[in-house]
């Protein structure tokens, strides 16, 4: 089974300007620039918009298009609550940072009894609520919405009619509000805000990491006083990573973009220390835009920074497999009659989850490394030779299947064959399948003779 699930939300309701829901592909397609057919490894689960609703007049000033955004965040909330549910990791990859709000819904709605940690890693501070917005968009909210904000008192704005009783159901989503609280939530990045929101955060001491914390280096260290210090106490975390925490010069597309911003290296190992916490649950990028970009270049730098993210959860996952795989052998052992000396460590709550996630077994190299078997691949591929240590071969021996092993090698000498034609200048009339079909054929043929 996959560990990873995308959930794709190609929905920009919640901003002010036109292009993000266009964001998810533009990322996949920069995915190609890079040669790698990186996304085709994962399974997704579409979250069908409701972009209709672009096209009508947005009736309610201070909650644009909120019928439409509840939509999204309880199909979201249940699709994140659903992989969770079903062992698996969500990464949510949305148009605009709106939805965020139904993500951790979604993760609150799977774990309704554990304290959820937040990691917004953000120029803004989305902690507006229709009470307080100066624009109406929704992607400045998800925040309040999760933390419950948003009444009439000491509100600005003249809030009326449906907009108030929308509000509730947003902030209400699967029964629970509020979903998070202020002490379990870290800001990292933010340096665009409103004064309500500011207001907010000093009233209640939210912990704010600036970009100059990030820049000093030492981002070890700091990601260790997120997790460890700051979200000690939660048993759950989602990390949040809305690009426009990048500056504003590396990400033109995206939709409010802020000077002085972090830069993609700083990024990149800032969120592979983050994301090693055994807690981490979901993890959402978001507001890439590419109508405002230049040639998809925002996406392009945005992909590497996904890619390292996603690989270190995997990895982390993969190695907590091993462990749950431990601890059933030392059950099947008890049951056995047989002594146990040591039994490995599963946090309650979790479904898999170990204190220190080190197997100390000599496979080490397998462990974090993609899958030698590669049907598909090979079968298809140009003779390209790969550098394969001997371990790593004798793996792929014994995980390939013997009829399989032949199938690949027949592929790669007709393949080899087709190549040295080609550079030769000889017309080739075979593709490679209809060679296999070939070989198969004269196989079959001469096990007749025989008989
Ligand atoms: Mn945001």
Redo the contacts with the bound molecule.
């Keep these: 089974m996959k560990v990873i699930k995308l959930i794709e939300v190609r929905s920009e309701l919640g901003a002010g300007t036109r292009g993000a829901s266009l964001g998810i592909d533009a990322l996949k397609l920069a995915s190609l620039d890079y040669g790698s057919y990186y996304f085709g490894k994962f399974k997704a689960k579409e979250i069908r918009d409701s972009s209709h609703l672009l096209y009508k007049n947005p009736i309610r000033a201070y909650a644009k298009r909120i019928r439409g955004v509840i939509k999204i965040f309880n199909k979201l909330a249940n699709a994140v609550q659903n992989e969770i549910k079903e062992g698996r990791f969500p990464v949510v990859l949305s148009g605009d940072?709106s939805s965020?709000g139904g993500t951790i819904a979604g993760v609150k709605m799977a774990y309704p009894d554990k304290k959820i940690g937040v990691i917004w890693i953000?120029?803004?501070a989305?902690l507006h609520s229709p009470y307080t917005t100066p624009s109406g968009n929704i992607?400045?909210m998800?925040l309040a919405s999760a933390l419950g904000l948003g009444s009439l008192k000491g509100g600005k704005n003249p809030v009326k009619g449906d907009t108030i009783p929308y509000w509730e159901i947003l902030k209400n989503l699967g029964g629970i509000c509020p979903k998070i609280t202020p002490d379990n939530l870290v800001f990292v990045g933010l340096r665009d805000y409103e004064k309500e929101e500011k207001e907010y955060i000093q009233k209640n001491k939210v912990h704010v990491v600036k970009v100059q914390e990030v820049r000093k280096g030492k981002i070890k260290e700091l990601a260790k006083r997120i997790t460890a210090g700051y979200l000690g106490n939660c048993d759950i975390l989602y990390v949040?990573f809305?690009i426009?925490a990048l500056d504003a010069k590396l990400v033109p597309g995206t939709g409010t973009p802020v000077k002085h911003g972090l830069q993609v290296n700083e990024t990149t190992k800032l969120l592979k220390e983050i994301l090693k916490d055994q807690r981490l649950a979901c993890f959402e990028v978001?507001?890439i835009n590419p109508l405002l970009d230049k040639e998809n270049q925002t996406a392009e730098r945005i992909f590497p920074i996904f890619r390292e993210a996603i690989n270190t959860i995997e990895k982390r996952k993969k190695k907590e497999k091993k462990v749950v795989k431990k601890i059933e052998k030392a059950v099947k052992k008890v049951i056995k009659g047989k002594k146990v000396t040591k039994i490995p460590r599963v946090k309650p709550g979790l479904k898999a989850v170990s204190k220190s996630p080190k197997p100390k077994s000599g496979k080490k190299k397998t462990v974090g490394k993609p899958k030698p078997v590669r049907k598909k691949a090979a079968s298809k591929a140009k003779p390209r030779k790969k550098k394969t240590s001997p371990k790593s071969k004798s793996v792929r021996k014994k995980a390939v299947p013997k009829a399989l092993r032949k199938k690949v090698a027949i592929t790669r000498k007709t393949g080899k064959a087709k190549a040295k034609k080609v550079l030769k200048g000889k017309p080739i009339k075979k593709t490679l399948r209809q060679a296999q079909g070939d070989k198969k054929k004269k196989r079959t043929k001469r096990i007749v003779k025989k008989k």
Excluded: Q
Aim: proline content about 7%.
């Design positions: 940072h965020a953000d120029a803004h989305d992607h400045g998800p949040s809305d426009d978001t507001e």
